[in-house]
């Protein structure tokens, strides 16, 4: 592994007294795509609002290289979230702005750039996820898959370290979630980010990740970790093989 970007360790999270995850230990690396897997209800999403700074964990650690995200005071948070790219699973544009405010809106609160600056870095991010040409464009005059690419515009707007991904594919048709993944990994290469991926799209996490977790929903923790490609073929855990062949041994990468 590279060095580790993002370290969790003994974590444990709960909505009040009701716990969600037990025992998470895991290390994220520079450059990779780390994807979190399981079926629905295993704490997936939970996991992510935790690391992105909605979710005080229990108990236990969430690292971005030597700093505890949630040891530091408000300020220092903020200061780590900034390294920070997020595309929600429902795109979480802002329907009343153009496509281009919306990206823009990163950048006019933090980015210090001119307004000319800010334009011309819009027009950038946009080509940047096959968008060029529609700044003009409200959410609700362009497709599902077209929104996504818009939100993971606005999600690099300020060429943040790490993105992290909440079911990317959800809601996209085959063709658009493979051209989203096709783009995940364009824009890993690109901007030399390191990305996490919550998903339980078999596709998406054979094509794009290199690394993983698997969450099990009745144990409520991690029971297996490594390459998908490798858990598949080495993994003798059945609820392992069960999700990541969704039942059929044989041909579950290609």
């Known amino acids: 592994m590279n060095d580790p970007v993002i370290e969790v360790r ?5 909505y009040g007294d009701y716990p969600v995850i037990r025992n998470l230990n895991f290390k994220v690396g520079k450059g990779d795509i780390f994807v979190v897997m399981g079926p629905s209800g295993c704490g997936k999403t939970t996991i992510l609002r935790a690391m992105i700074g909605l979710l005080e964990p229990a108990k236990g650690n969430i690292l971005y290289g030597s700093k505890d995200f949630w040891q530091q005071d408000e300020e220092g948070q903020k200061a780590i979230m900034r390294r920070f790219g997020v595309l929600y699973q429902g795109g979480a544009l802002w329907s009343s702005h153009t496509l281009a405010e919306n990206v823009g809106l990163p950048l006019l609160l933090y980015s210090g750039l001119t307004l000319r600056q800010i334009r011309e870095m819009v ?5 940047l996820v096959g968008l060029s040409g529609y700044e003009d464009f409200y959410p609700g005059e362009i497709s599902g898959g077209m929104q996504k690419r818009a ?3 606005r999600a690099i707007a300020l060429d943040p370290d790490i993105i992290f991904f ?10 658009n979630a493979r051209s989203l993944d096709d783009l995940i990994l364009q824009l890993r290469d690109t901007l030399g980010a390191t990305v996490v991926v919550v998903t339980h ?3 998406s996490i054979f094509a794009v990740g290199n690394n993983s977790v698997f969450l099990d929903s009745e144990t409520k923790t991690m029971i297996a970790e490594g390459n998908p490609k490798d858990l ?4 003798r855990d059945p609820r392992v093989i069960e999700f990541l062949t969704r039942g059929k041994r044989q041909g579950a990468a290609q």
């Not at 003994?10 to 709960?14: G, P, Q, T």
């Not at 909440?166 to 063709?175: H, Y």
């Not at 598949?232 to 993994?235: G, H, K, P, V």
């Open 10 to 14: 003994n974590l444990d999270l709960s």
């Open 123 to 127: 027009k950038l991010k946009l080509a």
């Open 151 to 153: 939100g993971l515009a």
């Open 166 to 175: 909440d079911e990317p594919s959800a809601g996209l048709d085959p063709v």
């Open 201 to 203: 799209e078999l596709a």
């Open 232 to 235: 598949l073929a080495n993994s």
